[in-house]
């Protein structure tokens, strides 16, 4: 059975995360740069990944990493989670890392170690671990044609492409066009990657690679999906001790409370279930079975709290100034992004042998 | 400090003094009780060595190996999980070493008289009375939704005994032995057409007040610790993939395939990963437990046994289409033990509905959590300064 509480230093991380993103990525903060033409926290980023060497997590050390695990990077994902930071922690240090640890791309595993090249892997956000995904076509060794919704593209120095022939290639985020999309989810914005014949450099086969960059993304997804719900849930508590009408506290009325303590249920849920895909991650075990349920449990969840804090929050909820718009843009966005709970749902029937009609 | 390796050798030494295959059952259970190796985490004498809860385990990997028999805890439930935990924290000495050897053999079956027709979810306010007559108590009053009421030799009880204070205040905690005069069980016949539970009534029983659990008016903060228990033993079971009810559906989605439909399926994955995630959750807790760092996350297993059992069983009668238009048996019955998932669907489905109310209802047990464990208001009451014999009834 995996392990699913926090160890010690896995707290340690936590407070130490949680210490940075209260000094430097207030909600305030987060709204002002979603309205500015660069949405992304690049201070943050550097913080994190130079001070704190958290984009190393899951590099081995002679390449620069820390060699820890997912279980630590979870942790990493929750706090990120409560802070909607907008940094691309997520798509470089996680799904980008893992397709290229795939590879044994070792020069370049060394730069996202070290945060100083950001990478991006040029698949949509939506595809779920097993789904299809769109490839460019590889003629007369360049690269040629145009990819969609691909996150946190903006930031990237570094472009992980799946390419016609099988292959996957890095290639030079300067020698693409780089086009922002207007995004549901403001802080982890998606744009269009435009490649007009540009030279790739050939990391190795695209389809394992992708394969377990996604599956690694959709786990450890559940644990920023988990700390997202965790910080709605808390705050909304806060505010509907505080929050008065008819002459007494809003979170005295029954059928609030009831509403609160079934999304408690529900979170508490989360987090066993986001520890457990975390742990078959690190360790190996049950991966696809942990992966598919986190997912298909903890989107749901996540947009939940998000709905339910926006609601409960009554007018103040539906501020641009109240950061809550920023959570439910997140969980949403989330619910999609590596697979809908559908998708993992139709993965469960084939892993758990309870086939279709 | 009783460690691992101490409780394992221990455990080798019962076994080989009451080798298994040739000892009688009861015989090996009580001296396994002697041995301490009942329950380690109980006090030297009663059954325990006073080692670590979590050590159990050690324990009971050993005696499983060994082919030992155990002590059938879904039959002797009630005393195991509410009783014994009351009786160790609350009994006398004297007390402690009559009840608890009998109730872990199973030797001795226990009940809980807390119900009664007025007092449910608001559980204080009952009504049964009992009167100091000399060393005696006299007790008087109606009890109801006792299980096993008609196979138990004790049962713990709770009765009114100061009807001029605030309803809290004035209920007393005695065992009350079921044998008595005056002790009368009626079965109780239920939706399932069995008769699981039962009304008990009380009439003039005399209670010794040496078999009073702790002091006279402190009834209410004893009967927390049953309650606590209870709900902890009711949602609290450590269970393998597939394990509770999403086992037997999930096992008949594979055996005919001629009953799916998309949209059973749909709503099939669904629980199924819901099953899934509330065992990871209880074994989450029992981590946190065996790490001594328990958490509130206890409060709300018992809610999500109660919804997935429901929707499961529900969706299973479904799923078997014109068969789930059938029962297997509506003969009154009295069984023995409490079974929630035996029988077949349609039963499983009926005596799932209870679930939500027995133990503390769904709704009792969402604003337990909702004050506990997210600190929000307490529901207004409007009886708390009144004597009970002065509140509206």
Known sequence: MSDLLYSEEEEALRSAVRDLLTDHCDA???????????PHHLALWKALTDGMGLAGLLVPEELDGQGATHREVAVVMEELGRAVAPVPYLTSAVVATEALLACGTDDLLRDLATGTTIGALAVALNVAPGAAYRVVRHEDGLLHGE??????????????VPADDGGLYAVDATTATVTPQTSLDLTRPLATVTLAGVQGRLLGDAEPAVRRALRAGAGLLASEQFGLAEWTLTETVRYLRERKQFNRPVGGFQSIKHRLAQLWLEVVNTRAAARNAADALANGDDVDMAVTVAQAYAAPVAVHAAEEALQLHGGIGMTWEHPVHLYLKRAKADSIAYGTPGAHREALAALADLQAP | MTDAEELRNRTRELLAAHPPASTDRLDFLRARFDAGLAWVHYPQGLGGLGAPRSLQAVVDAELEAAGAPDN?????????????????????????????????????????LFSEPGAGSDLAALGTRAV??????VVNGQKVWTSSAHVARWAILIARTDPDVPKHRGITYFVCDMTDPGVE???LRQVTGEAEFNEVFLTGVRIPDARRLGEIGDGWKVAQTTLNNERVAIGGMRLPREGGMIGPISKTWRERPELRTHDLHQRLLKLWVESEVSRLTAERLRQQLVAGQPGPE?????????RLNQEISGLEVELLGEEGLLYDDWTMRRPELVDFTGREAGYRYLRSKGNSIEGGTSEVLLNIVAERVLGLPPEPRTDKDVAWKDLAR
């Open chain 1, 147 to 160: 990819l969609t919704g691909i996150a946190d593209a903006a930031v990237a120095d570094v472009l992980l």
């Open chain 2, 132 to 137: 100091r007559e000399g060393e005696d108590w």
């Open chain 2, 185 to 187: 069980v009626r079965p």
């Open chain 2, 298 to 306: 206890g409060a709300g297993m018992k809610l999500a046994f109660a």
């Open chain 1, 28 to 38: 305030p903060g987060v709204i002002a740069r979603t309205e500015s033409g660069t």
């Open chain 2, 72 to 112: 059938d805890p879904r039959r002797i439930g009630i005393g195991l999980g509410m009783a014994a935990p009351t009786i160790l924290q609350y009994g006398t000495e004297e007390q402690k070493r009559r009840f608890l050897r009998p109730l872990w053999t199973g030797e001795e079956v226990w009940c809980q």
